[in-house]
């Protein structure tokens, strides 16, 4: 369990004393005061928090009977499709899945949170969809994880709306790249568990390959206003493309992110897609969280950054949840 410190110099605050060292740090600890009442919040934290890391590691999760292959996607900008995509990765990758992500976004912030290269001039998921390119050319291993493997989106990829156009087959181009690459890998005995793909905020050509490629699709979802505007027109687009290009796609899970439990509207939010979505919700929630907005300036997940803090925990928690329900029949 790891708190903030308090700065050196600052009179102990009633009710907890530092006592329990960690490093040359040292944290907090709820003294058995019964008089102090400030220290219970506190206390009921800490407690739930070493509760739930206890939970996550009594048994471990079960691998894939096949590749998952997961395209992450909201046209709604904003909910956090690339801090899902990058920590869900990682956390599988933590408990031991060979996992890839693919940076389908001109903006590259998946590669920067995996902390792989992406200037102009690297071999980037550009040269798959557009060039032809091979998918094991442009490959990087990310230095969060050993089995953590990320192709790289570059500045060229805000260009390939328009190029893909007049390609023959533009709709499976990702699609038929990475089916050759998953089955090279599997011969070779390299097998990946989980591919996940991280689409830019609109439905382009990007996006359609993103969900041609994939057989499942994670929405996350922000617990605030308009949360789910744009949810059905995004449902009757997967749909269209179950029907004419993709039979095997499956709307497989919700997230909810961005959850602040002292609002109402938050909980509202919870209860609405929970009510419509009893199937697709995911139990967890995503806090709103200062590690999970700090963590990508460094170049890591969360949960390389700290992996103790709530937001690193509920990320596990999910992680954990997608993995035991597995995917859809």
């Known amino acids: 369990m790891i708190t903030e410190p308090f700065p050196s110099g600052v009179v102990t605050p009633p009710g907890r004393s530092f006592h329990v060292k960690h490093g040359d740090t040292e944290t907090p600890s709820v003294s058995s005061s019964a008089d102090d009442d400030r220290s219970t919040p506190l206390a009921r934290e800490l407690a739930d928090l070493n509760r739930r890391k206890q939970a996550l590691s009594r048994e471990p999760l079960p691998s894939p009977a096949a590749t998952r292959v997961i395209t992450v996607s909201n046209q709604k900008g904003g909910v956090g499709k690339t801090t899902t995509t990058v920590n869900l990765s990682a956390a599988l990758a933590r408990s031991g899945a ?3 992500v693919i940076d389908l976004d001109p903006q590259g912030n998946a590669s920067t949170a995996l902390g792989v290269e992406h200037r102009a001039e690297t071999p980037s998921v550009y040269d798959v969809v557009v060039n032809d390119g091979d998918v094991a050319d442009v490959v990087q291993k990310s230095p969060e994880f ?3 493997f990320c192709i790289p989106a570059t500045i060229h990829l805000a260009g390939a709306e328009i190029e893909l156009v007049s390609l023959v087959a533009r709709e499976q181009r990702l699609s038929r790249a990475l089916s050759e690459y998953l ?3 599997e011969k ?3 097998r990946y568990d989980y591919v996940f793909i991280d689409c830019p905020p609109s439905l382009g050509l990007l996006t359609i390959n993103a969900f041609v490629a994939a057989s499942e699709v994670l929405i996350p979802i922000q617990c605030e206003y308009y949360a789910l505007e744009g949810l059905s027109q995004l449902l009757r687009n997967i749909q269209l493309i179950e029907k004419h290009l993709n039979p095997k796609l499956k709307v497989s899970s919700i997230l909810l992110t961005m959850y602040d439990g002292r609002t109402n509207l938050a909980q509202q939010v919870v209860a609405d897609v929970r009510e419509h ?4 919700a995911l139990n967890t929630l995503i806090p709103r969280s200062v590690r999970i907005s700090e963590a990508p300036g460094y170049g890591q997940t969360v949960i ?6 709530p937001g690193s925990i509920s990320y596990l928690e999910a992680a954990a949840e997608l993995a035991r329900r597995g995917a859809p029949q």
């Open 98 to 100: 060979r996992v890839l």
């Open 146 to 148: 050993d089995t953590l």
């Open 183 to 185: 089955s090279t890998t």
């Open 188 to 190: 070779a005995g390299e």
């Open 277 to 280: 979505f009893p199937d697709e």
């Open 304 to 309: 390389s950054y700290d992996s103790n803090s």
